[in-house]
């Protein structure tokens, strides 16, 4: 169905939710200083299909593209003609670049920075805390520079760099900075050739 004119030129399908203000729990870092956030904000032609939800403070680009059933958090800006894929968890104040392809399920961690043309696999999975604490700690996600490729079910440790033009296999288990134009696989993932 069409959406109202606030979301023009927007397809928006049954059961989704825009807007949604963050609630915390009282054990999390967060309890306490919730504040109303202003509503989400489409850019032109974006698709959102059934059940995705989309948080207040949070911009998607023109034409962005997102699945059935992913979640978006508050605070994340999501670029051009990117598309996040059915089951996507992006958590908060995640920048994502144009052109991206965030597939199936795959979680993007907090704080996490996608630049542009990235391409992240089915089931990958990023983390933004090198201790698991529950007390206060300093996160901070991975960032993927331009063109960098991460094969379904690669895991990427909190605060490292995927660099440009660098590829990712299948199955990794990311535990350093991946340099440009470097193809690493494996558990630890270690450098195999350049790309």
Known sequence: MESNSKYKNCVIQQDVILSKQPTYSPSSHFFGQEKKLPDTVLGEKCIICAQAVVYAGTVLGDRVF????????????????????RNVTVE???????????????HITGDVIIEDNV??????????????RTSDIEMRGPTFKKNSRIGANATVLAGLTI?????????SVVTKDV?????????????LKKS
């Not at 391409?119 to 698991?132: A, L, Q, R, S």
């Not at 660099?163 to 199955?171: D, I, R």
């Not at 134009?181 to 558990?187: L, S, T």
């Open 66 to 85: 997102v699945a059935d059933g992913a979640n978006i958090r508050e605070g994340c800006e999501i670029g051009d003609d990117t598309i996040i894929g």
């Open 92 to 106: 908060c104040n995640t920048k994502i670049g144009k052109k991206c392809k965030i597939q199936t399920a795959a």
């Open 119 to 132: 391409f992240v696999g089915p089931e990958c999975t990023t983390m933004n805390d090198k201790f698991m």
């Open 163 to 171: 660099g440009e033009n660098s590829v990712v296999g299948a199955g």
């Open 179 to 191: 340099p440009d134009g470097e193809i690493w696989v494996g558990n630890p993932a270690k450098f």
